[in-house]
């Protein structure tokens, strides 16, 4: 993750932390070096949450894997539908005659940012029948440049002007795929009038993520890089490949090469200077139309590309400047070089692979609404997205990169809404926990209420015959009141007979007990205020200080309780 993400997000804020994150890479470059710093931890097995893998690899491999709903890998299924250079310029003419039979004439009049290219040897008639009318029609000789379809880096690439030098597919007009007779190539139409700076050619390699082609989402990085050659342009030296390819592989073999500064610009610098030759309006034209070059190249892809939600691909376009600054389409890198070759190049590629995974968000942090991660800038999400009208860009690409700031910016705001996310869930799980103890009381209560309910059948009714019941309580306690009053007569005397013995003290509780019973005759509705708990209280406090009296004791009780005038009707009767 992020420095930024890590420092501002708490650990149990995260969905998924990224201490538990795996992933598996065979490549030993910057690659590695940006998922160690994002703290995952590397494994040889099958355990892999992100896996960035050779093209090989999912020819061979994923068609015939199941995929974990929590794992990513860096390659559509059928990727090479935009990346092989056949392929690529075969979907394009489809495309383009589709709009033009679907009456869309404007739109197809856009895809004209590819050279004239053909498939050898299956169109070398084709092929042969242009050559003709090129070479009549012009009085220099046109340059046509030969490129193997399956090859990278600038091998097997060479540049010719007569026919004579392809001779080896004359003879093999009718290509047998069971057993070729020569390496197919495209050959295309040669940019002879490329722009030029300080005399030299370049070309720019431009960063493009896709993360979807249903609904189709891009994200292009606004840092890239200009290749340039060691040596100056020369048309008529088409046998010097120094002279005519920038491909770093190729110009780190010259004995002009700058291992410094590795024959690079960064792409912001490129544009400045190209504003301070060409002006501002029409050096943001061409950027933008290099924005649109790309969209247009994907979408002509998306029907054909198998979605699928565990894949992603981060793309290198190598697009060419022409002296009027009209950008061409040279090729699609499936895997760019994420090979460094000064501390600049080493630091760009570390953090444009660190923004890819942010934006992959294996954390689940995001929210997926972000139109700026780091140095990528949304620009298509199922249709391309336009700046406000107030703007001053056009488009993002090759303005400056506030990737740490944009980072700090993005993982402080994901920091808070997490917080009140999580401060939400544990509100919520408190109040479904009180809930369910609330529920779970009540249904031990009616569980409680029904099961005595065959208790209260059994005594002869329901629980509401309680007079019945109390009657039978009020009888049982006149049966145990019928001796008291001699016992209380027998008391009474023992105590007439003790009155002259007792101290002052005695007399004096007595005095203070009657002088409280005549301030009850005097205040009759204090008692009535007191509940039964309380006169059974007071009572209880009384006796303490009376002598023991039986009856009297007995008959306050049944005052207190209600039930003196019951046991005075009961005594009434037996009498």
Avoid at 138 to 159: E, Y
Avoid at 488 to 505: D, E, H, S
Avoid at 543 to 564: A, D, L, T, W
Wanted: include cysteine.
């Amino acid at each position: 993750m992020s420095e930024y993400f890590r420092k501002y997000i708490k650990k149990e804020h995260y969905a998924n932390h990224y201490s538990n994150l795996k992933f598996k890479t065979s490549f030993r470059n910057c690659i590695l070096e940006a998922f160690k710093r994002r703290l995952w931890k590397e494994t040889e097995g099958d355990d892999w949450d992100i896996m960035w893998a050779e093209k090989e690899w999912i020819h061979e491999v994923l068609d015939h894997t199941h995929l974990q709903s929590n794992q990513k890998i860096n390659h559509f299924r059928n990727h090479y539908e935009l990346t092989r250079k056949d392929l690529m310029i075969k979907n394009f003419k489809r495309y383009k005659k589709n709009l033009e039979r679907e009456g869309k004439q404007e739109e197809a009049n856009n895809y004209n940012f590819f050279p004239l290219t053909f498939h050898l040897p299956s169109e070398y008639p084709i092929f042969f029948e242009e050559f003709k009318r090129q070479s009549t029609n012009s009085d220099t000789k046109t340059a046509w440049i030969m490129k193997p379809i399956g090859k990278s880096q600038g091998k097997g690439i060479f540049i010719f002007n007569k026919i004579q030098q392809i001779s080896q597919w004359k003879n093999t007009l009718r290509y047998n795929q069971d057993n070729p007779q020569a390496e197919a190539y495209i050959v295309q139409k040669y940019i002879a009038d490329p722009l030029l700076i300080g005399g030299k050619k370049f070309d720019m390699r431009i960063y493009l993520l896709c993360t979807s082609y249903q609904p189709l989402t891009l994200y292009l990085y606004r840092t890239g890089f200009a290749r340039f050659t060691h040596h100056r342009y020369d048309s008529e030296d088409i046998s010097n490949t120094y002279v005519h390819l920038t491909n770093v592989a190729i110009q780190k073999t010259s004995d002009n090469y700058d291992e410094k500064l590795g024959g690079k610009w960064n792409l912001q610098t490129l544009k400045l200077y190209l504003m301070t030759k060409y002006g501002q309006e029409k050096v943001a034209e061409t950027f933008y139309n290099i924005q649109m070059l790309m969209i247009r190249s994907l979408q002509a892809v998306q029907k054909i590309i198998i979605n699928d939600k565990h894949c992603f691909e981060l793309y290198g376009f190598d697009i060419l400047l022409d002296a009027q600054l009209k950008p061409w389409l040279l090729e699609v890198n499936a895997s760019p070089s994420m090979t460094s070759n000064t501390p600049v190049d080493f630091e760009l590629k570390c953090g444009l692979l660190d923004d890819v995974f942010t934006i992959i968000d294996l954390e689940k942090v995001l929210t997926g609404n972000e139109e700026q991660i780091g140095g990528f800038d949304l620009i298509c999400k199922g249709n391309p997205i336009k700046l406000p009208i107030n703007s001053t860009f056009t488009t993002y690409l090759g303005a400056f990169n506030n990737r740490q700031q944009q980072l700090k910016k993005i993982a402080k705001s994901t920091a808070i809404r997490l917080a009140q996310t999580y401060q939400e869930s544990q509100t919520k799980a408190i109040e479904i926990g009180s809930k369910g103890q609330k529920e779970k009381e009540e249904k031990d209560k009616q569980m409680r209420s029904s099961s005595k309910g065959p208790q209260v059948m059994q005594n002869g009714g329901n629980g509401n015959n309680k007079p019945n019941n109390l009657t039978k309580q009020n009888t049982i306690i006149k049966r145990n009141t019928t001796n008291l009053p001699a016992l209380g007569t027998v008391q009474n005397k023992n105590n007439i007979k003790r009155q002259p013995l007792q101290n002052a003290g005695q007399q004096q509780q007595q005095n203070q007990q009657s002088q409280s019973n005549s301030s009850k005759k005097n205040n009759p509705n204090e008692d009535s205020m007191l509940s039964a708990n309380q006169k059974l209280q007071k009572l209880t406090q009384e006796s303490k200080i009376n002598q023991f009296q039986p009856y009297k004791q007995q008959s306050q009780y049944n005052e207190v309780m209600g039930m003196g005038v019951v046991s005075r009707n009961l005594q009434k009767n037996e009498e």
